[in-house]
């Protein structure tokens, strides 16, 4: 019989990934089950064009461009949140900590457009009700599942979602600006340095039963 452990614990975020190549036929597989994953809309859905998919390779010039408009977005939230809570940022109830990540990524770019092989940008048109986040969790969960039981790691990208109020980035894909919610994951095979640990502890369940 599987244990927690065993259904849980592959699905941990990776972070560092091998430089084995994916097979094209395996990443589609990937992507296909993300696109089977349910709408969140009370009504059946029959519009097949809400979702897209956009595959970028690292180490690519347009890779390079989609991580500057990463930035280039996170930098100007970093500026909204700083000039939002203003003093109250840094305090312990404050964002400061959030804030400095968003900062380190603005001076050193994104560790994952250097690690992972693959960047999978998912966008999702919006519509009423305005569901497309629930939507787009989604689509990262079946797609998160397909890819470990081939054998793959994931992890979501840092302030992906800044994207979706990019103009460049809409422009980048050919899509309209404006009407499109925005999430996206790192994919690659995990490095080999990274073992399993077979007495790893199972993770802590909080569950109330009503």
């Known amino acids: 019989m599987m244990s927690v452990h065993d259904t849980c614990h592959p699905c941990y975020p990776v972070h560092v990934f091998s430089q084995r190549i994916i097979p094209e036929e395996i990443l589609l597989e990937v992507i296909r089950a993300g696109s089977c994953a349910p709408y969140p809309y009370p009504e059946p859905v029959h519009h097949t064009h809400l979702r897209k998919f956009f595959v970028f ?21 970093c500026d909204e949140l700083i000039s939002f809570f203003g003093w109250r940022a840094y305090t312990p109830e404050g964002p400061g900590s959030y804030i400095q990540l968003l900062k380190n990524f603005e001076t050193t770019g994104i560790p994952s457009f250097r690690s992972a092989p693959w960047i999978i940008i998912i966008t999702e048109e919006r519509r009423f009700p305005p569901v497309e986040q629930e939507s787009l969790a989604f689509v990262v969960s079946h797609l998160w599942m397909a890819a470990v039981t081939r054998g793959l790691g994931v992890h979501l990208l840092p302030g992906i979602s800044y994207l979706s109020r990019r103009s460049e980035f809409f422009t980048l894909v050919n899509l309209p600006p404006g009407k499109y919610a925005v999430t996206g994951v790192a994919v690659g095979y995990p490095h080999e340095s990274l073992e399993e640990k077979e007495n790893a502890p199972d993770p802590y369940l909080d569950v109330s039963w009503l």
């Open 57 to 77: 390779r690292t180490g690519t010039s347009v890779c390079e461009t989609l991580e500057q408009i990463l930035k280039r977005a996170i930098e100007t939230s």
